[in-house]
């Protein structure tokens, strides 16, 4: 079954709303989420390491006003996408490792949430 | 120029039959190497990592072979299934930082 769970799969929503989606991780606890963007064909962009009960460290050029990422609990991370575009529309994917390093040990992917702003 | 480059991008193949990718990497100090099979519209799911002083590794009907001083890796598909029908990423990180390089995929569609 699934280790990593991302809601909602599919979100439709309006030119100038906010829409967040969750990351939960399902049989451990992850001190370290990290969030990707995919458009089609593409790979995966990292858009920022999520850390529990700290600030999230965002990659270059990616808004972190605009991009809002939570990680209230070793088993939660949420990512706002504020004020959303349809620029914004994007396949976004969360992951983590029981390890909490994406270099060392299985990293795990979330079913990812497909997001449409019209 | 992107650090892990795959081939070829799409490949169409009949059920029953095996195919081979290919990843190619410019990724330095090598850690490990991974492939993940990744439905459309779904996330990646992972099918082997292999460190530098692993040559091959088997999940099912999938093979992957790593040369790491060529810096190259293969995914072999055997006995083809529909079910095989997707985006097979490389990706591959590097000692000493947190931060993974991946491939575009490669798109297989596998027809009866």
């Known amino acids: 079954g699934a280790v990593v769970s991302q809601h909602p799969s599919r979100v439709i929503c309006k030119s100038g709303t906010s829409v967040k989606i969750e990351c939960r991780s399902l049989?451990?606890?992850?001190?370290?989420m990290f969030w990707y963007r995919q458009f089609p064909k593409q790979s995966l962009m990292l858009m920022a390491t999520?850390?529990?009960?700290?600030?999230?460290?965002?990659e270059q050029g990616v808004e972190k006003d605009k991009f809002l990422i939570n990680h209230a609990s070793l088993t939660l991370s949420t990512l706002t996408v504020t004020s959303a575009h349809p620029e914004d529309s994007s396949f976004y994917i969360c992951?983590?490792?029981?390890?909490?390093?994406?270099?060392?040990?299985?990293?795990?992917f979330g079913e990812g949430s497909r997001l449409t702003v019209l | 120029k992107n650090q892990v480059e795959q081939s070829p991008q799409s490949l169409i193949i009949l059920e029953g039959k095996n195919c081979t990718l290919q990843?190619?990497?410019?990724?330095?100090?090598?850690?490990?190497l991974r492939w993940y099979k990744q439905d459309t519209g779904r996330g990646p799911v992972s099918l082997t990592i292999?460190?530098?002083?692993?040559n091959t590794k088997s999940n099912g009907r999938y093979t992957a072979t790593l040369d790491a001083d060529t810096k190259q890796s293969s995914l072999h598909i055997t006995a083809s299934q529909l079910s095989d029908s997707a985006s097979y990423i490389c990706?591959?990180?590097?000692?000493?930082?947190?931060?993974?390089?991946f491939g575009k995929g490669n798109q297989v569609v596998v027809i009866p």
């Open positions: 992951s983590a490792s029981r390890s909490g390093s994406a270099v060392t040990g299985e990293l795990f």
């Open positions: 049989d451990f606890q992850a001190t370290t």
């Open positions: 999520s850390n529990e009960g700290s600030k999230a460290t965002y």
């Open positions: 990843c190619n990497y410019t990724v330095s100090p090598f850690s490990n």
């Open positions: 292999m460190t530098f002083s692993e």
């Open positions: 990706v591959v990180s590097a000692k000493g930082n947190n931060r993974l390089a």
